[in-house]
């Protein structure tokens, strides 16, 4: 009898140890699956975070494309009001031109 106790003994502890291995073995599974997770929700914030960087930058090109054609516009007229003022100034700067050159010629 006393032999049969030690061999139920020797046999729970050897489910024991199994038992203990499978344990082992399955949470370096789940450690292992739950890193390749976290690496894969990592990869997904990074992807979503450059999506979002390049959005932003998107809508901020075309911000500052809707601010830079007024300005290019009013620039544009100015330059015409400019040129414009100066064609019909030239005349007057010719004529003002001939009449000191005509003068300072003498009767020419």
């Not at 049969?4 to 003994?9: A, L, N, R, T």
């Not at 979002?52 to 075309?62: D, F, L, Q």
């Amino acid at each position: 009898m006393l032999v049969e106790i030690i061999k139920d003994i020797r046999t729970a502890e050897e489910k024991a140890d199994e038992i203990k291995r499978r344990a082992q073995a399955d949470a370096r599974k789940i450690v292992q699956e739950a890193e390749l997770k976290a690496v894969e929700i990592f990869q997904q914030s990074v992807a979503a975070a450059e999506a979002g960087s390049r959005e932003i930058i998107v809508t901020a090109e075309k911000e500052g494309q809707s601010q830079v054609v007024p300005v290019q516009q009013r620039t544009a007229e100015e330059i015409q009001r400019i040129i414009s003022a100066a064609r019909s100034k030239q005349e007057s700067a010719i004529s003002l031109v001939m009449e000191r050159i005509v003068k300072t010629d003498g009767d020419s």
